[in-house]
């Protein structure tokens, strides 16, 4: 069976970012922990699902995808800096959990789900980067369709839970947050313990 529209695909890779001898392995899906979707559904990159459409189960595939057909470039207006107090628990600041590195699944104003890292945290603000962690990078992907079949109600559930959540990081058009699963409001009032960060950016 190949691939087309709304069959369920699994798949194994490598994804490399950079050129030449710069590359750098981002990541590994594996036959134990294969990257797994429906396609056409809206989950993976546009030119992603374009590089591997019509291959079949055991198919290699090799191909490279520009930062304008991934992730777009690094925007510098997507970094803010946001009060620390936006970040308190209890009238205290969270610097157990807020710290350089983490990603933090964050929301707008209008309610659209986006993820923030922490770049620094500094004496009265939060610097936090808006792009996606791969903006900006060339994506080298090696690997092979290990199958492609129907969907089961069971794997369409899944498939639709884990939209719900984020992405895998890779080939998804969101990245897996990796933070404490509570969404920190974007310039709404401040209730049930999420923080409002104000910062106005849509992403």
Do not use: W
């Not at 396609?39 to 019509?54: D, H, R, S, V, Y």
């Not at 939209?163 to 974007?186: I, Q």
């Amino acid at each position: 069976m190949r691939i087309s529209k709304n069959k369920f695909v699994s798949a194994i890779y490598d994804l490399y970012v950079g050129e030449g001898d710069e590359r750098e392995l981002m990541e590994s899906a594996t036959e134990e922990q294969p990257l797994q979707f429906i396609f056409g559904m809206g989950t993976m990159l546009p030119a992603f699902e374009e590089e591997i459409k019509e291959l079949e189960s055991g198919s290699k595939f090799e191909f490279t995808l520009t930062a304008e057909n991934a992730y777009g470039e690094h925007v510098e207006e997507n970094v803010a800096e946001l009060p620390k107090s936006i970040f308190e628990v209890n009238g205290k600041f969270d610097d157990e959990y807020i710290v350089e590195g983490i990603t933090l699944p964050m929301m707008d104003s209008n309610g659209q789900r986006m993820n923030g890292s922490v770049l620094e945290v500094k004496e009265d603000v939060v610097v936090m980067d808006f792009n996606h962690p791969l903006a900006g990078e060339i994506l080298h992907f090696s690997g092979k369709i290990i199958d492609v079949h129907e969907p089961t109600v069971e794997e369409i559930a899944a498939i639709n839970h884990a939209m719900g959540g984020g992405g895998c990081g890779c080939g998804c058009d969101d990245s897996d947050c990796g933070g404490c699963g509570d969404d920190h409001e974007c310039g709404g009032s401040q209730n049930h313990g999420n923080h409002e960060c104000g910062c106005g950016h849509k992403h």
